[in-house]
């Protein structure tokens, strides 16, 4: 069945959030070690990170959860000092992949229809579309607020988006960077995956679990359709 739609993740597949990320992270860290954190940076990053694994990306009380782990507690001067940090890279720091907007418009040029499922929550995601100025590219925009606080891989997001676009799974094709989410979430469904590689920052816990094609620029995306189209 040829394909009628692309449906992307987000952060990390469109927009370049693990940079941003990085840089507030580093800054937030350093801060906190300023304010009396008593761990070398290079562990304390280890550990945030970690937790951003265990607890996805989009977790908002993960500094509570990291001091909680290294120093027992909270300490109410340190997580401020890490908040404020990171609050103050974060702003400058947003921006999508090279070649996003070019490639969205020629897949607009092709007549397909274009989605967004994150797992960000509603005002988080449509700030994010409209600072990179690509809100408009989308018929179909879902977020975490939209599939009633399910996060992938659970189905419910990606019914959301199949419903509203109304077509059927075997009609469209899944983007993103996340293979124990993203990728897993969309096969159960029978929707073709496709890993963007460049945005990856965790492997794929199920070594068995392999996506349909695998991308290293999302400009690579219009040849993987032009072999479904």
Request: net charge positive.
């Amino acid at each position: 069945m040829p394909v009628k739609a692309v449906m992307f993740d987000l952060d990390n597949t469109l927009i370049d959030f693990l940079k941003m990320k990085r840089m507030s992270v580093e800054a937030a860290i350093t801060a906190m070690i300023d304010a009396g954190l008593p761990m070398k940076k290079e562990k304390a990053m280890r550990v945030l990170w970690d937790l951003y694994d265990d607890y996805g990306i989009e977790y908002g009380k993960i500094f509570q959860k990291f001091l909680k782990k290294t120093m027992g507690a909270i300490d109410w001067k340190v997580l401020a000092s890490g908040v404020v940090a990171y609050r103050s890279v974060k702003a400058g720091f947003l921006e999508p992949y090279p070649h996003v907007i070019p490639t969205l418009l020629k897949l607009k040029e092709r007549g397909l229809k274009l989605g967004v499922v994150s797992d960000a929550p509603r005002m988080k995601a449509w700030l994010r579309l409209a600072s990179m100025k690509i809100a408009d590219f989308f018929d179909v925009v879902v977020t975490l607020n939209d599939a009633d606080g399910h996060a992938k891989p659970h189905p419910l997001p990606y019914e959301v988006a199949l419903r509203k676009l109304g077509l059927k799974p075997e009609e469209v094709v899944f983007v993103g960077d996340n293979p124990n989410r993203d990728i897993l979430g969309a096969k159960r469904l029978g929707i073709r995956t496709v890993l963007a590689k460049y945005g990856e920052w965790t492997k794929a816990k199920d070594r068995s679990l392999r996506p349909d094609h695998e991308i290293d620029d999302v400009k690579e995306l219009l040849k993987v359709l032009e072999m479904l189209l």
